[in-house]
Nanobody, 115 residues
Framework: QVQLVESGGGLVQAGGSLRLSCQAS????????MAWYRQGPGNQRELVAA???????NYAVSVKDRFTISRDVAKSTVYLQMNSLKPEDTAVYSC?????????WGQGTQVTVSS
């Protein structure tokens, strides 16, 4: 089993930046990729960004060129740098550890972008 602890959410004005962190512990060998998802008010959960064990990344079209996912292997931590934030980025952001058969979730962190 993998445990995930997120941090870094908060309130920011449009155009501002935030960095989310997700520290993983437990059965890290089970992880094939790490990802950030978000769920805004009245919306379905959507994939924001993902990074695989070989460092490959992919992004939702809506955040490409504004958000960057990265990792620190030594710290077992994945980051989501969010720049040029927009009110429509407001959501609960959750970290996910993706294995071959399972997905483990963090508790989520609120990001609110004011206009």
């Amino acid at each position: 089993q993998v445990q995930l602890v997120e941090s870094g959410g908060g309130l920011v004005q449009a155009g501002g930046s935030l960095r989310l962190s997700c520290q993983a512990s437990g059965s890290l060998f089970r992880i094939n990729a790490m990802a950030w998802y978000r769920q805004g008010p009245g919306n379905q959960r959507e994939l924001v960004a993902a990074i695989t064990n070989d460092g490959s990344t992919n992004y939702a079209v809506s955040v490409k060129d504004r958000f960057t996912i990265s990792r620190d292997v030594a710290k077992s931590t994945v980051y989501l740098q969010m720049n040029s934030l927009k009110p429509e980025d407001t959501a609960v952001y959750s970290c996910a550890a993706v294995g071959s058969r399972t997905v483990e979730w963090g508790q989520g962190t609120q990001v609110t972008v004011s206009s």
